[in-house]
């Protein structure tokens, strides 16, 4: 079944208050969560990388660390 915008509308003005309130409740919802989704994407896809002189450096700190607990 295909239905356009009016055809929706319509049938959400025959519900009753109380489900208007919860649609709009759960669209408020999905929208927000979509739009935090985009934003979680686009923070990965553009947030800064270590260079391989940063992660060298990570590596050795990381092993001091783990050697200094054998002691």
């Not at 509308?9 to 979509?34: N, R």
């Not at 989704?37 to 660390?65: G, M, V």
């Amino acid at each position: 079944m295909s239905c356009n915008y009016d055809d929706i509308l319509e049938l959400i003005h025959k519900l009753p208050e109380k489900d208007i309130e919860k649609l709009t409740i759960t669209l408020q919802s999905e929208i927000k969560f979509k739009k935090s989704s985009n934003s979680i994407n686009e923070l990965i896809l553009k947030a800064p990388t270590w260079t391989d002189s940063d992660f060298e450096h990570y590596k050795n700190a990381r092993k001091s660390i783990n050697q200094s607990r054998l002691a």
